[in-house]
C-alpha cells in the first residue's frame, strides 16, 4: 500500500502547525490526525510528519512508541480492550484475557495487542476504563461491555467472526 | 546530515593555548570565588565554569566535587555533553545556611557559626533529600555531603535500580574493565542482588550502524549517545523508544547510524551497551598496552591513544586534548591502523634487488651521496614521516644543494574534526623547509631535472611517486633510486636501495598539525623485520655526510631541531608533555 495524504488532509495539518509556536509541537495533532485517516500510523507517516515538521524521524518515532494509544499496526476489525487497573484485576480480569486469547489462538504469553493473522480481532489489556463498580470491564469497539463474564467473551468472538480483515 | 545547532562548535580551544610557544597558562582574570565544605573540609571555587560548550554558568556541585577532589560518581553526565540529569547516580546529600524568615539573616549557633538545615524531603523532614550534583548549582556557604551515610545509601539504591535489568554478563562484555557500572557496584555497590523476579528482555546485538552493535539490555539510558550524535556530530539518528522498563535506544527503523564520528558513542557509552564492531569480542582490554600517540589520517591529528598486546595494535582512542579534538576523533582516522600488520610489509634492507644489510646500505649512500655532484640528487620525502625525519632530509638536502619536496594529498573536510589536507605533518614539512607552502610544486622541476638527466641520484620516503608526478618512464633513468617506505608499490619496485620504514606507533617523533599544534607519540609496538625508524638512519646518513652533529636519542635530536628551526625557537621535546604545544605556521 502506498502512502498518500490526501491533499485536504495535509492543507488542514499545514495550517495546524502554524498554530504552535515551534512546529515540532504539532507532532502530537498530526499523528492522531494520520492515524484517523490510515487507521494507524505506519512508517511512512512517521517519515512524512518528520519531513513536514523539520524532525528527524527518530523523533517522531519516539513519540509513536510511547504512547501505546498511537498503533504502529493495523487493528483488527473488533478491538478487544481488556482493563487491568486494581478492580478490574481483583474482579479476574487477566482469566478474562486469557480467554480471548486462546479462544482467538492467540500468544497469551506475549506483552502488547495481539491482532489474529485474519485481522478480525486485536486483544490487548489497557489501564483503567473507568467503570471500577463494574468490573472486571472489556470495551469493544467503542461499547463497554461490563461484569465481563467468559459466556460475554464467546458472545463477543461469535459476533465479531466472519467479518473480514481488518479495518 | 542535518546541520548541528548554530553556536555549538564542541570543541572548545583554551585561550591561552592556542598562539603561545608555551603550556604556561597566562594570567587568569579575577575570577568571583563562592566558598563551600565539601566533606567538612572548607575550599573556594569560581563562582561560575565553562560548561559543554565552555560557556560560562553557575558552578555545579559536581564541579565543586572535583575542585575538592572528591569524586562523585555519574554515568549521564559528561564534560563535553549538555547536563541530562537522568542517572541519579550522582544524587549527593547537602546542606545549607539556614535563614530567618523574617529578617533574611543567617541562623548562627552558639559559637557564632551559621546553622545549617540537611536537605530533608518537604513532607517527611526525617528523611534526607539528595540532589544531583551534575545539575544543582553551589550556593555561598553550602555543604556537599558527598560521603555520609545518607549519600551512600542514595548510590546504593540507585545503583541496585540500574542493575534490575542488567544481564550481569561481565565475562562475555567487551567493557568490562573499563565499565562504569562494574567499578560504581564495587565502590557504592551491594555484593548481593535482591532481585528475585524475572527479568524484561530487550533486543540484543542489534546492528545499529555499520560501526556499532548494541545490547539494549545492558544499557542504562543514560543518553550520552543520543546527546553526542544529536549536539556534536549534528546528526540527530538516535532516541529513547517504547516506554518504562522496556525504554530502549534506537535509530529510527530502515535508518542507520552511520555518521563519521559514531564510534565515540562507544566511548562514551559507561556500560557494555555501544560495542564497535571491529574491537568487540577481540581483546580484554585489561591486556592493552596503552601508547600516545596521535592521528595520521590528516592535518587535524587528534591525540590518540593506542591500545596494543604483544605487538598487535587493536584499537586507537581519542585522548582528550582541547587544544585540538576535544575527547572525540572520526571513525576513518579511528579504523586506519589495520595496514600496520599488512603480511606484505618491507622488512628487508634490499641493494639492487640483494638482501643486506643497515650497515653496508648507510655505508653505501654515504659514499653515494658523499661523492655526488651538487644538483644531482633529488628528495621526496612523505609529510607523512616525523618532524624530526623531515629536518634530517632537509639538513641532508641543504648540504648536497638537494630539491625537496613533499606529496600533497587532498580529501573532503568535514566541520567538525576532517581536514581537507590528509597528511599528517605538513606543516612540520613546510617549517623544515622541505616543502614550500603549497606541497607538490617542486615535482615537476624534479620530474624534468631526471629527464633531462641532471638529477642522477632520488631519495623517496614513503610515497608512490608514479602517482606523484614522476612517471615510471622518468623514474626508469634515475641512476641511484632510493626508497624508503612501509607497503610495497611501484616505486618501491623499482629501487636500487630498498630501506624497510616504520609506522608511527613503532617509532618516537612529532608532527605538526595544520594549526600549529606540534605533538609528540610514543612507540607502541617493534617494528616489523628489519625495519628500523627512519630518523636513526637518516641521522646515521646526515652525521656521515656532516650535516649534523649526532644525538643519541630522540629526545637529543628534537631539541637540536628546534633550535635549528625558527618556529620551534624555545620548543624542547620534555615541554611538550601529551598535549603538546602551538608554534606559529
Redo the contacts between chains.
Sequence with gaps: MSFKVPAALEAQLDELATHYPQRRSASLMFLHALQEHFGHVS?EA??WTAAKLG?????V??LV??Y?MFRQQPLGRTHVKVCRTLSCALAGSAAIRRHFVEKLGLDAGR?GPQTTPDGGFTVEFVECLASCGTAPVVMVNDDLVERCTTADCDRIVAAGSGKGGSR | MPEPVASSHPITIDPTMSNAVTNAPAAPPPVEKVRVKVDGREIEVPKTMPDWQGKMQPTTMLQACKIAGVEVPHYCYHHKLPVAGNCRMCLVEFSTPMMDPATRKPVLNEDGSPKMARSVLPYEPQTPRGAIACATPISPGMEIHAASPATKQMREAVLESLLINHPLDCPICDQAGECKLQEYSVQHGQAASRFVEPKVHKPKAVDLGPRIMLDDERCILCTRCVRFTRDVAGDDALGIVNRGSYNTIASAPGRSFDNNYTLNTVDLCPVGALTSKDFRFKMRVWFLKETPSVCTSCATGCSVTVGSREGIVHRYEPRENDAVNGPWMCDSGRLNYRWIHRPDRLGKVLLRGAESDWTSAIAELAALLGSAPKGSVAFVASSRQTTEELWLVSRIARKLGALTDTVAREGEPDRLLVSADKNPNSQGARLTGVSFTEAGVTIPEIARGIDEGRIRTLVVLGEDVTKAGISSETLARVGNLVVSDILPNATTAAAHVLLPGCAHVEKRGTFINGKGRIQRFGKAIEPRGDARAEWEWLQELAVALGAVEPSRSIEGLFNRMASDVPALAGVEWARLGDLGVTVPV
Design positions: 512508517n512517521v517519515e524532525l528527524q524521524p527518530i523523533n518515532h519516539e512508541t510511547f501505546p506483552h
